[in-house]
């Protein structure tokens, strides 16, 4: 049990003392996992939309599952997006900084809760890089 008077923290303070820990040790991860680089980033306007049946595994390499390999996700919150354009420009922005030149396997699905909300789409792909 922790006592005031000898000194230590009441349960509040170290409450208190782990949870600013924590919150600085997500914040230098993050800083972290924003500088470090998959590849050399090209642009997304040269990121390329395949179709399934139109690469063979073999003429392509995975780079990553667009948001789906991402640790924010789980902090955070998974995006959606008004239309299926702004869905597919942000996932080849994001194919593009982890050095990837494609999507393969791209969908966007509706996720409103009913039929009167506003657009709310979720849109996931695959990065890669073609061989």
Avoid at 50 to 58: F, K, R, V
Avoid at 99 to 112: H, K, P, S, Y
């Amino acid at each position: 049990m922790l006592h005031q008077s000898a000194g230590f923290m009441s349960r509040k303070g170290y409450r208190a003392l782990r949870i600013l820990a924590c919150v600085g040790a997500a914040a230098l991860l993050g800083c972290a996992a924003g500088c470090a680089s998959k590849g050399a980033p090209g642009k997304a306007t040269e990121v390329k939309v395949y179709q399934t049946p139109d690469l063979l595994e073999s003429q392509y390499t995975l780079i990553q599952h667009v948001w789906i390999d991402s640790w924010r996700i789980n902090l955070y919150f998974y995006p959606t997006f008004r239309s299926e354009a702004d869905g597919m420009e942000a996932m080849k922005r994001i194919a593009s900084e982890a050095g990837a030149n494609g999507l393969i396997n791209a969908i966007c699905l509706d996720g409103r809760s009913k039929p009167s909300d506003k657009p709310e789409l979720f849109c996931y792909a695959d990065a890669i890089k073609t061989n």
